[in-house]
């Protein structure tokens, strides 16, 4: 941090900056909001509305951030290579085989904590930030999608959900692939129910390969405003969504 960029420092309970004051591609670190504040339910509830989400490491302050462009999947553009095609043409026919949502919720995301984010390396899902979101899923805010194979929980990851917004956080996998079954069950839920964008937060080769692209964040806030005001779906896995990511799509306003 420079002298000549002061951070806004946030109390508990302190309402967000506005997501625009974000710091910019030429400050210390673009995106970066502000810092301090809690994590609670309540608090993560009124970032994620406002574009915002937590993201630091164990020996970090609460950090908010809002990066400009956003990385979002929007599904629509989820890019079924055929190697995955074949995956789930035979996951989907193995009677061994399932997705299931927020029965292993605790597990997924202890997993999704073993494992750094590319280029990083330590987890930020640090333990105050898996007690918050333990909070905002036992609010019915955040949702696990898990791969299963033979009983055996193989892959998943989680996002929040608030209305028809939705929010991408962290992925695992014990399995080759079994973490991108989840996200294309995400996918397929997701497009079943209207929902027509994932959050990324941050841009990866990986989710760019998968179709992920970044828009400008006037946008991004522009979307979550109008869905996440919607009513949300029954968030429970139906086989039948696996034919959604068979069909033509089109991007929903």
């Known amino acids: 941090m420079t002298a000549s960029k002061r951070l806004p420092w946030l109390n508990p309970g302190d309402a967000f900056p506005d997501a625009a004051q974000a710091w910019g591609a030429n400050d210390p670190a673009p995106g970066l909001l502000a810092g301090g504040g809690a994590l609670d339910a309540p608090t993560l509830l009124r970032a994620y509305s406002a574009g915002i989400f937590p993201w630091f ?24 290579h055929p190697s995955l095609r074949k995956t789930l ?25 073993q494992r750094p984010r590319p280029g990083q390396s330590g987890t930020w899902i640090v333990p105050e930030m898996v007690a918050a979101y333990q909070q905002l899923h036992a609010a019915g805010h955040v949702h ?25 956080e962290s992925m695992f996998s014990l399995q080759p692939d079994a973490s991108k079954i989840a996200l294309a069950a995400l996918v397929a839920f997701c497009r079943a129910h209207g929902m ?21 964040r ?36």
Not at 58 to 75: A, K, N, Y
Request: glycine share 6%.
């Open 89 to 113: 043409k035979r996951f989907t026919r193995d009677e061994t085989c399932s997705v299931r949502f927020d029965s292993a919720f605790t597990r997924v995301i202890a997993s999704c904590a």
């Open 144 to 168: 696990s999608v898990e791969t299963w194979v033979a009983g055996e929980l193989v892959g998943g990851l989680y996002c929040v959900a608030i209305g028809k917004a939705v929010f991408g």
């Open 57 to 80: 490491s164990g020996d970090e302050p609460i950090l908010w951030w809002s990066p400009d462009p956003r990385m979002v999947l929007q599904t629509a553009h989820f890019k079924l």
């Open 196 to 216: 027509g964008m994932i959050d990324c937060q941050q841009k990866t080769a990986h989710l760019a390969s998968l179709g992920a692209n970044e828009i400008p």
């Open 218 to 253: 006037k946008s991004f806030l522009a979307h979550i405003a109008k869905n996440a005001a919607l009513p949300g779906p029954r968030w429970q896995f139906d086989p039948v969504y696996w034919n959604s990511l068979m069909q033509p799509q089109t991007s929903p306003a």
